[in-house]
C-alpha cells in the first residue's frame, strides 16, 4: 500500500476511507497479539452470607466481602485488580453487596435484608470497603475503608487476608 495513502485523506483504490483502515489496521494488530475485549469482571452478589461463609470455612478461609457502589471508579479498581484474581488464582470466597442495591441477602443470623440496609447496619459509609469474616459472621480483621494508595493495595489486602488466617486458626 502507498505509504501517503495512510498519511492523507485519500482512500485506497476507492474502497476504504484513511479512518477506517487505521481502525482495520488497529483491530489486526489486537488480532494478531491474540488480545481480547474482555467483559469487565465481577465478583458474584451475595445471596446467603452463612452459606458463603461456610464455603469459605470448609476451605479453612475468611468470607471476604466486598462493599461496593455502582460506577464507583476505586471499586473497579480493587474489585477487577485484587479481588477478582484473589478469588479465581487463589480459591477465597469472595462476594460483593452493592450500596443502594435492593437486591435481598440472608444476614449472619437469618434474616433477609436488601444489601443496602445490611450494609448500613455495618455502619459502612464508604466505598469500596473490604471484610473479612470468620466463624458465626465475626469480623476476625480490620476493614480496608476506601481505595488506599494503588501501590500499597494489594499489600494491605494480604496482610488483612493473612491475620484473617491466623485468626481462623486461633
Known amino acids: 500500500m502507498n505509504k501517503s495513502l495512510l498519511t492523507s485523506g485519500a482512500t485506497d483504490s476507492g474502497r476504504f476511507p484513511l479512518a477506517r483502515r487505521r481502525l482495520l489496521l488497529a483491530g489486526a494488530a489486537v488480532f494478531a497479539c491474540g488480545a481480547s475485549v ?3 469482571a465481577v465478583l458474584p452478589a451475595s445471596a446467603s452470607l452463612p452459606d458463603e461463609l461456610e464455603q469459605a470455612l470448609k476451605k479453612g478461609m475468611p ?6 457502589l455502582d460506577g464507583c471508579p ?14 479465581e488464582q487463589q480459591g477465597v470466597v469472595v462476594v460483593q453487596l452493592d450500596m443502594r442495591s435492593r437486591q435481598r441477602v440472608k444476614d449472619f443470623k437469618g434474616a433477609m435484608l436488601t444489601h443496602d440496609e445490611l450494609i448500613r447496619s455495618w ?14 459472621g465475626a469480623e476476625i480483621a480490620e476493614r480496608m475503608v476506601g481505595g488506599y494508595i494503588p501501590d500499597f493495595y494489594g499489600a494491605y489486602l494480604d496482610e488483612r487476608l493473612r491475620l484473617a488466617q491466623v485468626a481462623l486458626r486461633s
Open 38 to 40: 474482555a467483559a469487565p
Open 74 to 87: 476505586f471499586c473497579k479498581v480493587a474489585r477487577e485488580s485484587y479481588l477478582v484474581p484473589l478469588r
Open 63 to 68: 468470607l471476604v466481602v466486598m462493599v461496593s
Open 123 to 136: 455502619g459502612i459509609k464508604v466505598a469500596p470497603t473490604v471484610l473479612f469474616f470468620g466463624r458465626g
